[in-house]
């Protein structure tokens, strides 16, 4: 059949096109992909082409499809999968495979490795392996976009299961963030940090009595703390600071400070800057756990880290890059309870805007941009809706869907968008 892909052919170098796939075989299957959330790590897969981990080195002669946090609908099921999964089911995946021998390597994954799947796609063959892997998630709730984003949040939840703790005189790593500890969120209020703040104050089994999220822009500081208010979190048990550390004379006192002097047992970098990651060791507590999660666009990049408190204080850090499927479910199941991600899109767009969005993604200010693989619409901003409007009446239409819901993006505007924009 006819499928249409942005694929990737080297450094920079994107193309949407037309191509021809081929029937699925037996331990494969079928899909039609609605929506795929546009991410970092496909910027930086397209910036160093075969260079990149997981994109294969023959990219230039054999092209892989980008994209990875996608949701669609399956059409057709191969025979080894027809007792499992059925057509017309709704699905998420987990992109990150985590085998140890396969056909292409541990690191493949769907959106860097493979030439017929990948979340910038109007259809696509999932490979065997990611069945086998347990890697084709079911999707249970209303929607699409949902199901996109859960990839994302599985990267946070991940991140947050990953840090540890010790008990000195005894040689025992306790996985886990501090159970009513003091948490810090630096460069927080991107895509990626909303995500975090999100799942700190809705996951259901521990949390942070303190949490203090930071970043030097008062606008988005602003637009987080009216998604996911104080007030909410103090429904939860949570004390929730929004911090602008552009305005402080000495950020690593003030925010120790906010701490009671005592620093953070969990710290989480959400930039790939020096200077966040050193104000982030510098108010670790005894014992505290730092949580480098940005990855960063450079092989050099580094840092300074406090040594003296490494072996005096048992400081210490993680890196975490993505979440494992377990992560995807539980990020599913959590919207299955009514938590919503729609706080991270800012943008909406068809699968014509990829090539440029991506290539330019640092550039482009905002949150998550979330594209429909089967309509044709510029990258546009949810807060420019009203303006088009004016001469486009559907456009008017998304702007009263989405300002019925606090200007963010929804279930009725993805539907509208579905039924009108195809």
Known sequence: MLAKAVRLYGKQDLRLESYELPAIKEDEILAKVVCDS????????????????????????????????????????????????????KFSIQPALNYEKGPVGVLSAPGY?????????????????????????????EGYYPASLSEPLSCVIGAMHANYHTTPGRYIHTMEIVENGKMAILAGVGPMGLAAINYVLHREDRHPSLLVVTDMDQTRLDRAAMLYTPAFAASRGIELKYVNTGKMEDPVAELKALSGGTGYNDVFCFAPVRAVAEQADAILSFDGCLNFFA????????????????????????????????????????MGKGMDPAGLVTHIGGLNAVPEATLHLPEIPGGKKLIYNHIEMPLTPIADFAELGKKDPRFARLAELCQAHQGLWNLEAEQYLLANFS
């Open 38 to 89: 546009l991410c970092m790590s496909s910027y930086k897969a397209a910036s160093q082409g075969g260079d990149h981990k997981r994109v294969p080195n023959d990219v230039e002669s054999n092209p892989v499809i980008i994209g990875h946090e996608f949701a669609g609908e399956l059409v057709e099921v191969g025979a080894k999968w027809a007792g499992k999964f059925k057509v017309g089911d």
């Open 113 to 141: 490795s493979y030439r017929y799947i990948g979340g910038d796609a109007t259809y696509v063959i999932i490979p065997n392996e990611v069945m086998e892997l347990g890697c084709l998630l079911p999707f249970k709730g």
């Open 295 to 334: 990855g960063p666009g450079r092989p050099d990049f580094s840092a300074m880290f406090n040594f003296y408190n490494v072996h005096y204080a048992y400081t210490h850090v993680v890196g975490t890059s993505g979440g494992n499927t377990d992560d995807m479910l539980e990020a599913l199941h959590l």
